[in-house]
């Protein structure tokens, strides 16, 4: 069936640090792909999506392509800050439902 | 933005008692909500979907008598967990995707979640 897979957590990384977080998907159809943020004590938000192959989504300096060929969706920043400590959950939504990864914890320490 | 509320965040209750959880929508009008149900360190699972004024669709493997939704306005869903057990225990999150103003909104909005233990 159709499932998402990332990275299990938490990341802890210092602040200007890099970041990765891997997903990778198995999907029978063509679905699209999210990556969403739960700040503490707040519901999830969009953070960004794409919604076919070779597309890349883009918010608040985070990046993900979608790459098809991997069936992959890794979210990207090139320097992380304190404020970005969150849960991220990659998810692919297909006939309308959501299908989640997870949750991988990012912690940034100054 | 679309923002979604949920009440209580957090109820502890005894084990056989029934306990409702509500979802607000409160700048738009939320034509389908979703229920999650959410175990530590796993993924959210969606348990149902519900359209305003229709009956909730539920997932395969959730029972649709002990997970009670309720989707009467296009404002407000509720969640009624009868005869609560341990095992019920869970973190709840609700989405609601609508409109407002002629404006859609196609992406889910989630509200906050409700912590249920069940003693």
């Known amino acids: 069936g159709d499932s998402v897979t990332q990275m299990e957590g938490p990341v802890t990384l210092s602040e200007e640090a890099f970041l990765t977080i891997n997903c990778t998907y198995t999907a029978t159809g063509y679905p699209s792909l999210f990556w969403y943020v739960q700040y503490p004590g707040e519901g999830l938000q969009l953070l960004l999506k794409a919604t076919k192959a070779d597309d890349k989504g883009s918010n608040k300096g985070f990046e993900a392509t979608y790459r098809k060929e991997t069936t992959s969706f890794h979210l990207e920043k090139g320097s992380v800050q304190v404020s970005d400590s969150a849960v991220y959950f990659c998810?692919?939504?297909?006939?309308?439902?959501?299908?989640f990864g997870t949750g991988t914890r990012l912690q940034v320490f100054p | 933005g679309a923002v979604v509320s949920q009440h209580p965040s957090w109820v502890i209750c005894k084990s056989g008692t029934s306990v409702k959880i509500e979802c607000r929508s409160l700048d738009f009008q939320a034509t389908t909500m979703f229920w999650y149900r959410q175990f530590p360190k796993q993924s959210l699972m969606l348990m149902a979907t519900?359209?305003?004024?229709?009956?909730?669709?539920?997932e395969q493997g959730v029972e649709k008598d002990k997970f009670l939704i309720n989707h009467a306005s296009l404002t407000l869903s509720t969640l009624t967990v009868t005869s609560a057990h341990p095992e019920d225990s869970s973190f709840y999150i609700c989405?609601?995707?609508?409109?407002?103003?002629?404006?859609?909104?196609?992406?889910?909005?989630f509200g906050p979640g409700t912590r249920l233990t069940v003693l």
């Open positions: 989405s609601a995707t609508g409109t407002s103003g002629g404006r859609s909104y196609n992406e889910q909005f």
């Open positions: 998810a692919l939504k297909i006939a309308d439902k959501l299908i």
């Open positions: 519900s359209n305003e004024g229709s009956k909730a669709t539920y």
